[in-house]
C-alpha cells in the first residue's frame, strides 16, 4: 500500500471518528474561560472557578451548534466564592447562544446571577443537573414586620425584565425544550420560560427557592409534570403576615395557553398556582391564559391563594387544595371548569368575582371557612380595556354534585344571577347560604344531607405519559403546614441543616425554641446575652429554652454544634457525615425612640426640584410630630390620619448606642430617603426616577459604630405609598 493511500485511509477514519455520534460524545473537553463548545463531548469532570463578569450576555463557558450532546459528568462551575451574600453575584453560567438540538447533561453551576441562559434554541434539553445556590436577593421583611420592598413583578418580560430576579436557567424562544430530573433549590427563581412552546418539563425538584420555581409568559402547550415545586414563598411569618409577595410555585402570566400542569407537588408556596391574563389582555380585551389544564396536582399551605387565576378561562381538575387563605381565587373567570378537587381548612375555598359560565361540580369540602363565594361589584371603575370591552357581569354558574362538610358558611353570594345549585350533599353547616336581594335567579334543587352526588367521568383528561415518572407528592411524615414556612433572611428553610427556630418569649424574658434538621446530636458551645438554658445539648428534634438577658440592647448569640448526617449549608457548604457543623441563634435589637415631625410640601418646595426651598420647610413648624418605639409603626400608624397622604415628608430622629462592630444600616421608603448618622450623609435614595420596582425601595450600607451616635431620617413621597423601615445589624 502506498504512502499516498495510506494517508488517505487515515484521514478518513479520523473524520469517522470525530463525527459519528457513537463516537463524538467521547471527545475530552476541559473547560477554559472564554471557551466556545461547538462539538459533542465530555467535560473533564472537577470544580472550575470561573470569576463572572457583571453583563448578562456574556459568560465564561458558550455552547453553540446543531446536534451535539455535552456530557459533563458532575462537573462544577463555581462562580462567585462569596457564598454567603447571593444577592451580590453577578453574570451567567453558560449562554448556549445559537443551534438546534442541543443536550446538556450532569451539570453543576452555582454562584451566578443566572446559571444557564439559552435563546433561540429549539430541541433543547438539560437533564441530570443541579442549578441550585446562585443570586437571590435579601430580604428585608421580620418575623415581626412585613417590608414592601420585598415585593417582586413579574407582569412584563418583553426586555427580560426577568433577569433581575435571577434564575436557575433562563429561557427564551426554546421551542420544544425537554427539561428533566434537574434540581434548583436555594436560589430566587428557579426555571424561567419566554416565548418558549412544546416543551416538556418532568422529573424536577425546583423548590425552596424564594420567588417563583416556574415561571412561565407566553409560553404555550408545554406539559408540566411529576415535579417537586413545594416552598418557593417569600412573605410570610406565621400568624404575623402572610401576603407572599408575588412569590409562587407556578407562575403563568402573559398570553400562555393550553399548557398541561400535572401530578405535581405545589404545596407551601406564596401562590401554589398563579396566573393572570396580561396586561395585553387588560388593555384590549382580547386573549388571555386560556385552556390550561391543571391536574392531579397538590397545590396546598399556601399563604395566600391556592390557585390563582384571573381574566382567562380553565380548566381545574382532581387537585388537592387544603389549608390556603382561598384555595381557588378566580377573579374574572370565565367559561372554567372546576371538578372533583379535595378542598379542606381553606378561609375561602373558591372565590370568583366577576366570573361568568363557570362550573362548579363533584368537589368536595371539608372544614373549610366558607365555601363559596360569588360577587361582583356594580360600582367597578372603568379604567382599563378589559372592563370596557368584555360582559364583566357575575352570572351563569352551574354548582353541582358537590359535597361539603362541616364548611362554616357554605354560600356566600351577591351581585350575581342566574345560579343552578343541584344535588349537593350539605353537613355540618352552620350556615346554608349568605345572599341578599342583589342575587336574581337562584336556584336550589337536591340540597342536603341524604343527598349522593354523581360523577361525570367526561371532567377527568387523559394525561400522556413520561418515562420513569417521580412521586413528586411530599413523602408521609414530612413536615407539612403553614407553620413549616420558616422564613430567614434569605428565603424558606429547607429541613437539610440544623437550626434553633424562636416560638416565644414569655413575660419573664424566657425563650422557647425549636431545634430542627436532620437526625443528629446537638450541643451548646457558647452563649451570649442569655443563660439558663434548660439543656445543654440533646438530639434534633427537641426543645430548648433560655432566659434572656434585662438589658437594654438586645444581642443574643446562642453557637451550637451539630453532629450527625451529612448535611448542606443554606449555602450549598457540605458537612460530611460525623464532622461537627456550627449554627447560631442571633437576635440584635436597639432600643430605639423616634420622634418624628411631619410635613406638607407643594411645588414650590419641591424636594428634588427646589432642595433649598424643601430644606426650608424642614426647618420649620411641621404640621404634626408623632413618637414611638419602631419607626415603621410611628409612620404608618400616623400616615393619613389628619393630614394629606400624598406630598408629604418627615423627619425622624433618635440615638443609639452600640458595642463596637460593622454594621449594616438598611432603610426602606416611599418614595425617596436620607439617612444621616451623626450628621453624615451614608444612604442617599433620592431619585424618583430610579424607583422602578418595589425592590428599588430599598438601600442599605455598611459602616462601623462604636457607642453614642445620633441618626436623622429625611423621607418624601409624592404619592399615597406609605412605608418607612429602619435596620440596623451587626454583619457577621
Known amino acids: 500500500m502506498t504512502l499516498k493511500r495510506t494517508c488517505q485511509l487515515l484521514f ?8 459519528h455520534p457513537g463516537f463524538s460524545q467521547s471527545k475530552s473537553i476541559s473547560l477554559f474561560k472564554g471557551i466556545v463548545i461547538t462539538h459533542s463531548g465530555v467535560v473533564n469532570s472537577r470544580i472550575y472557578h470561573f470569576q463572572p463578569t457583571d453583563s448578562m450576555s456574556a459568560a465564561p463557558i458558550i455552547i453553540e451548534g446543531d446536534n451535539i450532546v455535552v456530557d459533563f459528568r458532575g462537573a462544577i462551575i463555581q462562580g462567585s466564592t462569596d457564598l454567603e451574600n447571593p444577592n451580590k453575584f453577578i453574570g451567567t453560567g453558560i449562554i448556549i447562544k445559537s443551534g438546534k438540538n442541543i443536550t446538556l447533561k450532569n451539570l453543576t453551576i452555582k454562584g451566578f446571577k443566572i446559571g444557564l441562559m439559552a435563546k433561540g434554541i429549539k430541541e433543547l434539553k438539560i437533564t441530570g443537573s443541579d442549578f441550585s445556590y446562585n443570586y437571590k436577593q435579601h430580604l428585608n421583611s421580620t418575623r415581626d414586620r412585613e417590608d414592601l420592598a420585598d415585593w417582586q413583578s413579574y407582569h412584563h418580560n418583553e426586555n427580560d425584565e426577568w433577569m433581575r430576579y435571577g434564575a436557575g436557567i433562563y429561557l427564551r424562544d426554546c421551542d420544544k425544550a425537554e427539561i428533566h430530573d434537574d434540581t434548583i433549590i436555594e436560589g430566587q427563581c428557579g426555571l424561567m ?7 416538556l418539563i418532568y422529573n424536577n425538584n425546583f423548590s425552596f427557592n424564594s420567588g417563583l420555581g416556574i415561571g ?46 400535572a401530578y405535581n407537588s405545589v404545596t407551601h408556596s406564596g401562590d401554589g398556582f398563579f396566573l393572570w391574563a396580561g396586561q395585553t389582555t387588560m388593555d384590549t380585551g382580547q386573549g388571555g391564559c386560556n385552556d390550561n389544564l391543571l391536574y392531579a396536582n397538590d397545590f396546598s399551605y399556601a399563604p395566600t391563594n391556592g390557585i390563582e387565576l384571573t381574566f382567562s378561562r380553565n380548566k381545574i381538575i382532581d387537585n388537592i387544595v387544603h389549608d390556603c387563605w382561598h384555595g381557588i381565587w378566580g377573579g374574572f373567570s370565565y367559561n372554567t371548569i372546576i371538578a372533583n378537587n379535595d378542598f379542606a381548612g381553606n378561609m375561602s375555598t373558591i372565590a370568583i368575582e366577576h366570573g361568568m359560565n363557570n362550573v362548579i361540580a363533584q368537589n368536595t369540602f371539608k372544614g373549610d371557612k366558607v365555601g363559596i363565594e360569588l360577587w361582583s361589584n356594580p360600582k367597578m371603575a372603568k379604567s382599563y380595556g378589559y372592563v370596557q370591552k368584555r360582559d364583566t357581569r357575575s352570572m351563569k354558574y ?7 362538610s362541616n364548611v362554616k358558611n357554605v354560600f356566600n353570594i351577591n351581585n350575581t344571577n342566574d345560579i343552578d345549585i343541584i344535588n349537593s350533599k350539605i353537613t355540618g353547616s352552620t350556615m346554608l347560604q349568605k345572599l341578599d336581594s342583589t342575587v336574581n335567579n337562584i336556584s336550589f334543587d337536591k340540597i342536603g344531607d341524604q343527598v349522593k352526588p354523581l360523577i361525570d367521568s367526561s371532567f377527568f383528561p387523559k394525561i400522556e405519559g413520561v418515562p420513569h415518572p417521580q412521586n413528586a407528592m411530599l413523602p408521609n411524615g414530612h413536615a407539612k403546614g403553614r407553620k413549616y414556612i420558616i422564613m430567614d433572611q434569605w428565603g424558606p428553610y429547607n ?16 425563650m ?18 442569655a443563660g439558663n438554658p434548660s439543656v445543654q445539648g440533646g438530639t434534633v428534634p427537641s426543645k430548648l429554652t433560655v432566659q434572656k438577658d434585662l438589658a437594654a440592647l438586645t444581642d443574643i448569640d446562642i453557637e451550637m454544634e451539630y453532629t450527625g448526617s451529612a448535611i448542606t449549608s443554606p449555602f450549598g457548604v457540605r458537612t460530611k457525615t460525623g464532622a461537627p457543623y456550627i449554627f447560631h441563634y442571633r437576635e440584635f435589637d436597639v432600643p430605639f425612640h423616634w420622634q418624628m415631625k411631619w410635613f406638607v410640601f407643594d411645588a414650590t418646595s419641591d424636594p428634588v426640584k427646589n432642595g433649598t426651598a424643601f ?49 449594616r444600616i438598611g432603610i426602606s421608603a416611599s418614595e425617596i430617603v436620607r439617612v444621616y448618622i451623626d450628621d453624615k450623609l451614608i444612604i442617599e435614595n433620592w431619585d424618583p426616577a430610579k424607583l422602578k420596582n418595589d425592590e428599588d425601595n430599598h438601600k442599605d450600607t455598611i459602616i462601623p459604630l462604636n457607642g453614642r451616635h445620633s441618626i436623622r431620617i429625611e423621607q418624601a413621597q409624592y404619592a399615597d405609598y406609605g412605608m418607612l423601615n429602619f435596620s440596623i445589624t451587626p454583619k457577621l
Do not use: H
Request: aromatic content about 14%; hydrophobic content about 35%; overall charge positive.
Open 398 to 404: 352551574t354548582i353541582s354534585n358537590n359535597t361539603f
Open 512 to 529: 422557647y425554641f425549636d431545634v430542627m434538621g436532620p437526625a443528629g446530636k446537638w450541643k451548646i458551645v457558647k452563649i451570649k446575652g
Open 193 to 199: 420560560m419566554t416565548n418558549c412552546n412544546d416543551g
Open 216 to 261: 412561565m409568559y407566553r409560553s404555550s402547550r408545554n406539559r408540566v409534570l411529576y415535579n417537586k415545586l413545594d416552598w418557593n414563598v417569600r412573605g410570610y411569618s406565621d400568624g404575623v403576615y402572610y401576603r407572599g409577595q408575588d412569590s409562587a410555585g407556578i407562575l403563568v402570566f402573559e398570553q400562555c395557553n393550553d399548557n398541561t400542569f
Open 12 to 19: 478518513l477514519f479520523i473524520t469517522i471518528t470525530v463525527s
Open 495 to 510: 429541613f437539610d441543616y440544623p437550626i434553633a427556630w424562636w416560638q416565644k418569649t414569655d413575660s419573664t424574658g424566657k
Open 615 to 663: 430644606n426650608k420647610l424642614l426647618s420649620g413648624a411641621p404640621v404634626k410630630t408623632t413618637e414611638g418605639k419602631e419607626i415603621g409603626n410611628v409612620f404608618g400608624k400616623a400616615f393619613g390620619k389628619n393630614i394629606a397622604r400624598e406630598k408629604i415628608a418627615t423627619v425622624s430622629t433618635t440615638a443609639i448606642d452600640v458595642p463596637g462592630g460593622v454594621y
